[in-house]
């Protein structure tokens, strides 16, 4: 069964400074990987996707994320946060052989402080 | 804005009751999902429908059911409602399985 695994359930960042969020997941072949964001109250917003390819990927927002096959790892990343950037990230994993239906992962609430 | 919809935005209800949470895709979209976040649970996969057939089953109870209508949107009816089916139910859609879902504003139920 595909898991996922966010080891930080809270992280609290400067203004200015960069992020890394860590994901980890389990799964034998090849998953589709995605970074999704909620700000309070909202739906989920899609930052990016792996499916193939290039390992490193680009998002929306500024985010990038990469795709370490050798780690199981797909962690996202922010060179310079800014305020709005305040909120909950989630790694979800998806395979064909599951019917592409999405685990995710706890999440990890991101504070931004001035 | 995803182009997602969901109706309606909050839903209180008393326990036993049944109510029926309903989900607009993305024009084109064919695969609608439905999601439920709780605190203690997180965010799990309920049911997948593709083109108005049940595609794949999550941590669904049985109290619940969904269907997906030749216009392409989807019903989630929960009955017999209890306390902890308080949550955020959600509802994704995306062109075809194999690509990314894009998610609805949620509905917000609350069993008291």
């Known amino acids: 069964a595909q898991s996922v695994t966010q080891p930080d359930i809270h992280i609290t960042v400067s203004e200015g400074a960069s992020l890394e969020l860590r994901c980890n997941y389990s799964?034998?072949?090849?998953?589709?990987l995605f970074w999704y964001v909620q700000s309070p109250g909202q739906g989920l917003q899609l930052l990016l996707k792996y499916f193939s390819g290039d390992t490193l990927v680009q998002g929306i927002k500024g985010f990038e994320a990469e795709f370490k096959r050798s780690q199981s790892s797909f962690n996202l990343r922010k060179p310079s946060v800014h305020w709005s950037d305040a909120a909950e990230y989630f790694c979800a994993v998806g395979a064909r052989s599951n019917d592409y239906k999405l685990s995710f992962g706890a999440g990890t609430t991101v504070t931004v402080r001035a | 804005d995803s182009g997602v919809t969901q109706t309606p935005k909050h839903l209180i209800t008393a326990t036993g009751q049944r109510v029926t949470l309903r989900c607009s895709p993305r024009s084109g979209d064919l695969s609608v999902y439905w999601y439920q976040q709780s605190l203690d649970q997180g965010l799990q996969f309920l049911i997948q429908?593709?083109?108005?057939?049940?595609?794949a089953k999550g941590n669904i109870l049985e109290r619940f059911s969904a269907q997906q209508f030749p216009d392409l949107h989807s019903e989630l009816n929960l009955s017999s409602l209890e306390l902890g089916d308080s949550a955020l139910y959600f509802c994704a859609s995306s062109v075809a399985g194999y690509n990314e879902q894009f998610f609805g504003p949620g509905t917000r139920l609350t069993v008291l």
């Open positions: 429908y593709y083109n108005g057939e049940e595609r």
């Open positions: 799964y034998g072949a090849t998953p589709y």
